[in-house]
């Protein structure tokens, strides 16, 4: 009965948690204007779970908006020059693939592969940013890497994105109170995996 109750204990604290983070996402979200806010308020969510997976006693409130503070002008160009990449990249495959002929199917079909590798990378990069202290183009280099080279993680970051897109199409409700800080959870979680094992080859000391 007393692990039954523990365990019960554990979940309801990691539900509190994951609302928690999602309130103050949507309102640093709000304030930040949508989007200005919406990447400072991504990293500090990451934040937050960094130190709860490194077993840290975490003050939500304090870690999430001093992350939220220290982010929010040093974030602004380089994230939204990700953003806009991953638009080009979007419209190019789009147009490519508006011509009926064999070139443009080969060019649009490379740059899918270049769009998935972004998207594992995305996934991998807001992580990085809370849990290195390295130039913008080692953490692309970083996350690239992580993504090709390990298929495991990228093979968990899609499942983790995959059951986040099933919460939001059939219980979208769930979706609302903590459907994003999930994600940020499981992202994390992924990625704190491969930064172990990127660590245990040396890579690090090398960039």
Known sequence: MEQIMGRFSVISEWVYLLFV???FWLVGTVI????????????????????????????????????????????QLTGLFWILLGLFLYYDIRILF??????SFIIGVILISVLLIYLLATMILMPLNVHYE??????????????????????????????????????????????????????MKCSQNAFLKVEATGYIRNL
């Open 32 to 75: 930040g204007l949508g989007l200005f806010g919406i990447i400072p308020s991504t990293l500090a969510m990451f934040a937050v779970f960094r130190k709860r997976l490194q077993g840290e006693d975490v003050n939500i409130f304090k870690t999430f908006w001093n992350t939220y503070r220290t982010m929010f002008f040093k974030s």
């Open 21 to 23: 983070i999602q309130m």
């Open 98 to 103: 508006s011509y009926q002929n064999t070139f």
């Open 134 to 187: 390295m130039t913008s183009s080692n953490r692309v280099r970083l996350s690239v890497m992580i993504a090709i080279t390990m298929p495991h993680i990228s093979i968990g970051l899609t499942l983790s994105t995959i059951l986040v897109y099933f919460i939001a199409t059939y219980i979208p409700i769930l979706f609302l109170l903590c459907g994003i800080s999930l994600a940020a959870f499981l992202y």
